[in-house]
């Protein structure tokens, strides 16, 4: 049976009551929120760090944070089976295809009641990403930070072939496939390439905007991915691995980080893994225009709180955590996710230790960045796709071929889909 507004109201100023008259330290222990995660071992690092500074100064409430290794296929499985098993964690880090899943099938709990109850400021924070984690009007989840799509630049490769840096007038068929066709030298172990991308189709919708490409249609209920100029993105992609031969077909984060490879395109994500491993100078830039301009991604992952939550009031306080000022300090600090949602603490972000000298790079990306919004389906839709790339990858098919094989499987997914 539905609840009106009022009584949903009413029920959290009841929980948070009880929860002032009994508290956990009157009671002689502190409640365990348990916080699953998915990430890279730099990720880790940062998310650490804000469970940590939480669990210094809250003595009601103590985080635990669950590492589920591997892939985010993975992490939802596990998240999946513990909640039908009755073990749910609590608060679980969502990307924007798995928190439309979630939100969809009734898993999360709206965040909405919280923020309007503690009076938590929604203007402090950059607006245009909160869309991506709301759902029915409310909002269901807060971003760890704004990821946006960069290059990273072998400055030591370009300065060894007399080579000037790229700006943002690059376009991916002249600048940029000139400059990748000189970095691209030698054989073996000794060999350079010139640029490197991943497979991956996420990391791929805003190469096919930049050429004027669409994904679905505006209302989710087709795959647009035949129309030309999204094929001719795909191919442009294609032709540099397999054509050109000046982007290696594996192994691109190594051989960046071993020195071998001129442009790295990827996100703001893995400023992190540079800092820490690369034995160059490096820098940031821009992605590559296409016909249709430049064009960027804003997108991420987000704190959510689950309906099978045992301890939602507890929960709740260490996602408000993340979402203050204190916690947003340690996100800039730490380089978590991406650009931080908070707008005061962004100079502390750009002066964090491992930022890059042209770090103001990430905020331009976010003024031409359009939110990644994803259907509900697009989990399945996404490991359509990635199968589908990795043939593409292995240069078993043409982007036309692609589009042939691979649109009618979307379209089957999209039809079937929840509105």
């Not at 049976?1 to 009584?7: L, N």
């Not at 940062?46 to 500074?53: E, H, L, N, S």
């Not at 269901?140 to 300065?159: A, C, E, R, S, W």
């Not at 980080?257 to 940031?284: H, S």
């Amino acid at each position: 049976m539905s609840q009106s507004p009022g009584f949903a109201g009413r029920r959290l100023v009841l929980g948070a009551l009880a929860w002032a008259l009994l508290s956990p330290t009157a009671l002689g222990a502190p409640v365990v929120v348990r916080y699953a995660v998915v990430g890279s071992t730099q990720e880790l690092a940062g998310y650490q760090a804000i469970v940590d500074r939480f669990n210094q100064i809250q003595r009601d409430v103590r985080v635990e944070l669950e590492i589920n290794s591997g892939s985010w296929t993975g992490h939802r499985e596990k998240v999946l089976t513990e909640i039908l098993g009755g073990s749910a964690p609590d608060v679980v880090r969502l990307d924007e295809a798995l928190f439309q899943e979630f939100a969809h099938t009734g898993l999360l709990t709206s965040l909405q009641p919280y923020i309007k109850r503690d009076g938590v400021r929604l203007d402090a924070f950059f607006p245009r990403p909160l869309p991506l984690y709301q759902y029915k009007g409310e909002l269901y989840g807060f971003p760890l930070g704004i990821k946006v799509h960069n290059t990273f630049l072998n400055q030591d490769l370009f300065d060894r072939f007399g080579l000037a840096y790229p700006d943002k007038s690059w376009q991916w068929q002249r600048e940029f496939t000139d400059v990748a066709k000189k970095l691209t030298q030698g054989t073996g172990s000794s060999q350079t390439w010139g640029l490197g991308f991943s497979w991956t189709f996420k990391y791929l919708v805003d190469t096919i905007w930049s050429f004027g490409g669409e994904v679905f249609n505006s209302d989710f209920t087709q795959s647009t991915l035949n129309h030309p100029a999204t094929v001719e993105a795909i191919q442009t992609l294609l032709d540099l691995q397999h054509g050109l031969r000046v982007a290696p077909p594996t192994g691109v984060t190594e051989r960046f980080l071993e020195g071998r490879l001129g442009i790295w395109v990827i996100g703001i994500w893995e400023t992190p893994r540079v800092a820490q491993e690369a034995k160059f100078r490096w820098d940031i830039g821009h992605k590559p225009a296409g016909p249709a301009g430049l064009v960027g991604i804003l997108r991420g992952s987000a704190y959510t709180l689950l309906n099978a939550s045992r301890n939602k009031e507890a929960a709740w306080q260490f996602i408000k955590f993340a979402m203050s000022e204190e916690g947003q300090k340690v996100a800039a600090d730490n380089l978590v996710e991406g650009v931080p949602m908070m707008r005061s603490v962004v100079r502390r972000f750009l002066e964090a230790p491992g930022q890059p000298k042209n770090a103001t790079v990430f905020l331009e990306a976010m003024e031409y960045g359009r939110p990644y919004v994803v259907p509900a389906s697009m989990t399945r839709i996404e490991q359509i796709l990635n199968q589908g790339l990795r043939e593409l990858q292995n240069g078993q098919l043409s982007a036309r071929q692609f589009a042939e094989r691979y649109v009618p499987a979307v379209n089957a997914v999209l039809q079937g889909a929840p509105r």
